[in-house]
């Protein structure tokens, strides 16, 4: 008896009791064989660059360094390749803005004054199938102007004229991450598949109307390969649907270490369909651990809070973003400022300010055509360093900065830096990961902690850090060494700290037992897990 023909359509896998509201609005029968041509085309060859990232992790382990490619010498030595032109909307990216795609941050993102709102499906957006479906649904109301609503405080929230609201550029979740609520032919989908194409299914059209376009931000990329995977879904996606090709424009994260030394490879597979590139801190100081995770005393870093953008080889690395950038007629996009305003405390926020303008003066002086933030109130203060540089311009694509030469071996010099681990940077990657991965397991991807809003690029360098310090037997500022009997110490009063924050209601109320316990999983056990999602998603309802 032969097997049943394999559906032309992708299955929902979820409880049709708990549904999310108008979910078959976004899962039609056309956008679920859509999904379900994506999937078969794709996720195979998804598979072998997965298997892939494993193999050269294992090379990193016995080389202990990296260099730039010998093989593709001739991409980075032929001076006549650029991108193609940036599209109008997309061509003055001064200050971009990110968030998650609820309802509300919709509208005040969009409302923001930024020029972008990187609106995202990824780091900043915990993957219930509730969040996945209700961003699709909130940016196509927006799209159609019907996404006002009232708050239960009586505010009311309402988009400004179409002239004056940021540009989206959609962020999908990173190639490692399943969507277990749409299978095909028994398999899940991925998520950078189902985010990308739900949003380029109801989208793409109807932005091209609006005299934009399908704009998106391709996160954890950590080769040319990926690239040219994501490139080749553009190229099937435009022509499956009849969109002409190149409406797509693409701006790729160098928030990994290998990437860092493909970045001309990147844009050049993704030369038709490119904007850009992005510097991305916390998941790239996250990469560098978890590839050099075994190299010993030279790759130990201090507390995050301790590795700014001037450490030297975090100089390299965004120096030669904008060179590279620059060089090929892409925009170089600086990184965030997860500052959280405080109503409360203005002389925090002083500090805060000034700190922020310092940093986006730096980029902005180094070339940088825009910059993230994370919340409203920093968007003048980001604005007015780029406009001190860039007056009228919409950019500064003609600064090529060919006085940066970057060598292999400053872009992993993490021995530069003269800082330590301390003591109190261990109890802070315990409070910040235990808190933002209890938040996660609730549903919220992006958190307020001690005024910095996290993600979950946060939680991985977190953890990262407490696994690298005591695999590298680190002893802290106070004599302590970094032991897992310490880690689960700091741990407990971090917990006992919490429930005496919340109250016995408030504590019994929250996952953060779980989330305890994950971070303890993802921090000590001797097998490093490749990203703490993966564990922390089996935990989602």
């Known amino acids: 008896m032969s097997a049943p023909a394999p559906s032309p359509l992708a299955t929902v896998v979820a409880d049709p009791a708990h549904a999310p509201a108008r979910q078959d609005e976004v899962l039609t029968d056309a956008a679920l064989a859509f999904i379900a041509a994506l999937h078969r085309r794709f996720t195979p060859r998804r598979d072998e660059l997965l298997a892939r990232r494993a193999e050269r992790r294992a090379e990193i382990a016995r080389t202990g360094t990296l260099d730039f490619l010998p093989r593709t010498a001739a991409v980075r030595e032929d001076p006549d390749w650029c991108v193609a032109p940036a599209p109008a909307a997309l061509n003055d990216r001064r200050v971009e803005i990110t968030g998650p795609t609820d309802r509300k941050m919709t509208i005040n993102a969009l409302n923001s004054g930024a020029r972008v709102w990187l609106a995202d499906f990824e780091d900043a957006s915990s993957p219930t199938w509730e969040n996945v479906v209700g961003g699709q649904l909130n940016l196509i ?250 007056g009228d311009r919409p950019h500064q694509k003609d600064r090529l900065r060919e006085d940066v030469h970057v060598r292999a071996e400053e872009l992993i010099a993490v021995d530069s830096l003269e800082a330590k681990p301390t003591y109190e940077g261990l109890r802070n990657a315990v409070q910040v990961g235990t808190r933002y991965i209890e938040a996660w397991l609730r549903g919220l991807g992006a958190v307020a902690i001690f005024n910095l809003m996290e993600d979950a690029a946060t939680a991985e360098i977190s953890r990262s850090q407490i696994w690298q310090w005591i695999n590298a037997g680190v002893v802290f500022d106070n004599g302590r060494k970094a032991t897992a009997e310490l880690v689960r110490e700091v741990a407990a009063e971090e917990l006992a700290a919490v429930r005496a924050e919340t109250g016995p209601d408030g504590f019994a109320a929250g996952r953060w037992e779980e989330a305890h316990d994950l971070l303890l999983k993802v921090a000590l056990d001797e097998d490093y897990a490749d990203f703490l999602t993966l564990p922390a998603y089996e935990l989602l309802g």
């Open 141 to 390: 109301d927006a799209y159609e102007r019907r996404i006002d609503f009232t708050s239960e405080q009586g505010k009311s929230y309402a988009l400004k004229p179409a002239d004056e609201l940021a540009t989206v550029v959609m962020r999908p979740r990173g190639w490692h991450l399943d969507e277990r609520h749409l299978t095909v032919d028994g398999r899940p989908v991925p998520g950078a598949l189902v985010d990308f194409g739900l949003y380029f299914f109801h989208n793409a059209r109807r932005l091209i109307d609006l005299g934009k376009g399908p704009y998106f931000y391709l996160p954890k990329t950590e080769s040319h390969l990926e690239a040219r995977l994501w490139n080749d879904v553009f190229v099937f996606a435009q022509d499956h649907l009849g969109i002409p090709q190149g409406s797509v424009r693409a701006t790729v994260l160098i928030e990994t270490i290998t990437a860092a030394y493909e970045m001309e490879e990147i844009l050049y597979e993704l030369r038709e369909h490119a904007s850009g590139l992005n510097a991305g801190r916390w998941d790239y100081l996250f990469s560098i651990v978890k590839n050099f995770r075994d190299g010993g005393a030279k790759f130990v870093l201090p507390d995050r809070n301790a590795v700014t953008m001037t450490a030297p080889f975090m100089r390299a690395y965004t120096e030669l973003l904008v060179r590279t950038c620059h060089k090929r007629g892409a925009h170089a996009i600086g990184g965030m400022a997860a500052f959280i305003p405080s109503r409360k405390d203005p002389e925090v926020n002083e500090v805060a300010f000034q700190k922020v303008k310092a940093d986006k003066d730096r980029e902005a002086n180094d070339g940088f055509d825009g910059s993230w933030v994370a919340h409203p109130d920093l968007v003048p203060v980001a604005r007015a360093s780029f406009d001190a540089v860039l």
